[in-house]
């Protein structure tokens, strides 16, 4: 059966995906790793990425997640032409499972969230063995992996290409024991990455409100601009703080990182939905409705930060604040 041909909008996000790759294979582009002594330059390089485009953003986000994930659970790294992603969502379903077949493993199931379905050529995706969840490195070109037509319905973040993929017999490597995945510290300061990214598509929706505050004196748009300042000037300021934290703690000897990465993607969201707010409200329905990269940026973001699990997260936020080592 042929693969689907992708949209206009994913096949030129799966361009800029392997033109961003190629850039920092070369040198280009520099995405140092977390804990590196240089996390605020990656941060700094994931929401300049993000200010140009989400989807691209949540790709490249992948792909450079992956060479983390690889370098910390001591796996082979990515080589030059690769196209990584994680493929680590465990949604409710019938998720994949890993069986060992003769020396090595295979993977079978479905993987839902499978961003960059139809351009990555590797992913790390976890899978069930038995009780236990694992990490395992799959090559995802190849006719085991079949992205399920139909399953990516968005209108934001929808150029990620982000549909369900079917497993069949895909052979496997396993990168790390079993749960090595979600114990390592790695895991925490990946996700204040992904909230870096939130924080450049926040700056890229802001771009209007202050084109419009520029071009008139009008109090009321004034105080939008001013309001979203301070907003992403605060989100600014904590991402650089939680690199400086990260890169003095890499190993997380001091059992922050959890508890760092909870407050701060916390934060950076409520932050992203105010801008929004704010931006909406100063500028009217004329950007949505008469600016196409202004309008995708505003439902990309409302669909990235649903990365977030609002009331959830905080939720589990508090609980861990109230009884750190008790039942929560």
């Known amino acids: 059966m042929p693969v689907p041909a992708l949209t206009v909008e994913a096949a030129t996000v799966a361009e800029e995906f392997a033109d961003t790759v190629s850039r920092i294979e070369n040198g280009q582009l520099g995405f140092p790793l977390p804990g590196s002594g240089l996390t605020s ?27 983390a994930i690889l370098a910390e659970l001591e796996g082979s790294p990515p080589s030059p032409g690769q196209l990584w992603g994680v493929w680590a969502a465990e949604p409710p379903g019938e998720g994949l499972t890993a069986v060992q077949k003769g020396a090595g493993w295979v993977l079978n199931g479905l993987k839902q969230y499978c961003s960059g379905a139809h351009s990555c050529t590797h992913a790390l995706v976890t899978a069930r063995e038995g009780e236990s969840r694992r990490l395992f490195a799959a090559r995802v070109d190849q006719a085991g992996c079949r992205p399920v037509e139909g399953t990516w319905q968005a209108v934001g973040m929808a150029g990620s290409d982000t549909p369900d993929v079917r497993f069949t017999d895909v052979p496997a490597a396993p990168v790390g024991g079993p749960e090595a995945y979600v114990r390592r510290p790695g895991f925490w300061h990946g996700g204040i990455g992904v909230a870096a990214c939130w924080h450049g598509g926040a700056v890229a929706a802001s771009r209007v409100l202050r084109e419009a505050a520029a071009g008139r004196i009008e109090p009321h748009t004034d105080a939008h601009l001013g ?34 990465a909870m407050r701060v993607r916390g934060f950076v969201e409520s932050v992203c939905r105010e801008v929004l707010d704010h931006v909406g409200r100063a500028t009217g329905a004329g950007p949505l409705c008469h600016d196409t990269a202004h309008a995708r940026t505003v439902a990309d973001l409302s669909v990235y930060i649903r990365q977030h699990h609002a009331e959830r997260d905080l939720a589990g936020l508090g609980a861990f604040l109230a009884r750190p080592e008790g039942e929560r």
């Open 41 to 67: 330059e990656r941060f700094a390089a994931l929401r300049g990425v993000a200010e140009s485009g989400l989807c691209t953003a949540r790709l490249v986000e992948g792909h450079v997640d992956a060479t």
């Open 227 to 260: 309001a979203v300042d301070v907003q992403l000037y605060a989100a600014g300021v904590l991402l650089e703080r939680a690199a400086e934290e990260i890169d003095a703690d890499p190993l997380d000897g001091r059992g922050e990182a959890r508890l760092r």
